[in-house]
């Protein structure tokens, strides 16, 4: 079972950056970030597949960036122009499937980080 360690939040000011990193204990398919703010709803931020497809929310396209290293074990959200509404735990999740399922079905996240916290600040 792949296993997600997610870090790099904080605090920050409005119009700040940050970058999140996410290492996965194995290769996956497809990974994806997602975050929850107190009283909401968790809602996907971004996500990235073995064949590059990317997909973003429609509240941070433009602002962050999702991306992984060459072994796809280390995956990163930039985040740039942060807004308060931005502030949330932010999580790592990825498909542990095979690539075919995931090509046929698109992603399906089964596996979990800790989450980290992302505060940002008007």
């Known amino acids: 079972q792949v296993q997600l360690v997610e870090s790099g939040g904080g605090s920050v000011q409005a119009g700040g950056s940050l970058r999140l990193s996410c290492a996965a204990s194995?290769?996956?398919?497809?990974l994806g970030w997602f975050r929850q703010a107190p009283g909401k709803e968790r809602e996907g931020v971004a996500s990235i597949r073995r064949d590059g497809r990317t997909t973003y929310a429609d509240s941070v396209k433009g602002r962050f960036t999702i991306s992984q290293d060459n072994a796809k074990t280390t995956l990163w959200l930039q985040m740039a122009s942060l807004k308060p509404e931005d502030t949330a735990m932010y999580y790592c999740?990825?498909?542990?499937?095979?690539?075919?399922?995931?090509?046929?079905?698109?992603?399906?996240?089964?596996?979990w980080g800790q989450g980290t916290q992302v505060t940002v600040s008007s």
């Open positions: 194995a290769y996956t398919s497809c």
């Open positions: 999740a990825a498909d542990p499937r095979v690539w075919w399922l995931i090509a046929r079905d698109g992603c399906d996240y089964k596996v």
